[in-house]
T-cell receptor, first 117, second 111 residues
């Protein structure tokens, strides 16, 4: 069972372009979480999705950011019209059940490092 | 709103010393608390997980304690080694299924 996979691992975009970050959860996991880590900062929650549904997007910027987790395929974090301030590491995590249920399980991917030039 | 604070932000100690990293959180209604290690430019490695009903967990040279009522956790590293140099992140899982991270402590072990 492969771990959580994210691609690309590194992504360079010019200001104004679109960035698409992909996350493939572990097999059997239907819960996906996206986090952003700005330089010298801890990880900040962005969005929680469960197959085809957005459960909590309270950490997502109101504009330019969107996330989906379709029935088939990976979860996608999409950033439109990127700006330099979007440069960060974006981590995805998956779990087989809600985090507050027993037993607790959550696994993190290696992250995608986005650089906006 | 849950906030997680880690002190100190950075720490340098000579090899062989024992050390303590601190983490505090404002809302004691947590489900669990985790300590992670992050190497530069890398992902997260889970070190220790403490359920809200537990007081401590141990793994090798690492020991983490949890005092939920006072909103504090400590990570104790015994006999530090240069390979322990990394950023250590504390994170709590809230009852609303969110993980809230601290900003981390950057640890540098001097050979």
């Amino acid at each position: 069972n492969a771990g959580v996979m994210q691609n690309p691992r590194h992504l360079v975009r010019r200001r104004g372009q679109e960035a698409r970050l992909r996350c493939s959860p572990m097999k059997g996991h239907s819960h996906v979480y996206w986090y952003r880590q700005l330089p010298e900062e801890g990880l900040k929650f962005m969005v929680y999705l469960q197959k085809e549904n957005i459960i909590d997007e309270s950490g997502m910027p109101k504009e330019r950011f969107s996330a989906e987790f379709p029935k088939e395929g990976p979860s996608i974090l999409r950033i439109q019209q990127v700006v330099r301030g979007d440069s960060a590491a974006y981590f995805c995590a998956s779990s087989p059940r809600p985090l507050s249920t027993v037993p607790y399980e959550q696994y993190f991917g290696p992250g995608t490092r986005l650089t906006v030039t | 709103k849950q906030e997680v604070t880690q002190i100190p932000a950075a720490l340098s100690v000579p090899e062989g010393e024992n050390l303590v990293l601190n983490c505090s959180f404002t809302d004691s209604a947590i489900y669990n608390l985790q300590w992670f290690r992050q190497d530069p430019g890398k992902g997260l490695t889970s070190l220790l997980l403490i359920q809200s009903s537990q007081r401590e967990q141990t793994s090798g040279r690492l020991n983490a304690s949890l005092d939920k009522s006072s909103g504090r956790s400590t990570l104790y590293i015994a006999a530090s080694q240069p390979g322990d140099s990394a950023t250590y992140l504390c994170a709590v899982v809230n009852r609303d299924d969110k993980i809230i991270f601290g900003k981390g402590t950057r640890l540098h072990i001097l050979p």
